[in-house]
């Protein structure tokens, strides 16, 4: 499908931002809805937030909603996550990975419905 990499992670203080990038490479990147999921030490995988293949829909998990944005731009193969208001419970190591499918109009939570993981990024909010 699409081979993804992730960055931007970093270590800041409460209350500060951060911008997180997922580059895709390959001319299929458009076709897919992009999601970004945190894995927190002793913990399972959970979802942050997606954006469809077009960038018109997006959907973000209650916790960082109003903190979190997420945008794409499909002419240079990239999502961004940006962080805002970031909380000590933000801590995690971020992935973002494709839909399994093409062209979809919904978003779906479940790490099963994605594939392509990216290799993860360090997110650290402490002070």
């Known amino acids: 499908q699409v081979q993804l990499t992730d960055a931007g992670g970093g270590l800041v203080q409460p209350g500060g931002s951060l911008t997180l990038s997922c580059v895709g490479s390959?001319?299929?990147?458009?076709?897919?809805?992009i999601g970004w999921f945190r894995q927190a030490r002793g913990k399972g995988r959970e979802f942050v937030a997606a954006?469809?293949?077009?960038?018109?829909?997006?959907y973000f998990t209650d916790s960082v909603k109003g903190r979190f944005t997420i945008s794409r731009g499909n002419a240079i193969n990239t999502v961004f996550l940006q962080m805002s208001s970031l909380k000590p419970e933000d801590t995690a190591v971020y992935f973002c990975?494709?839909?399994?499918?093409?062209?979809?109009?919904?978003?779906?939570?479940?790490?099963?419905?994605?594939?392509?993981w990216g290799q993860g990024t360090q997110v650290t909010v402490s002070s």
């Open positions: 990975a494709a839909d399994r499918g093409v062209y979809r109009g919904t978003i779906s939570v479940s790490v099963h419905d994605y594939e392509d």
């Open positions: 954006v469809t293949w077009s960038g018109h829909n997006t």
């Open positions: 390959g001319r299929t990147f458009s076709r897919y809805t």
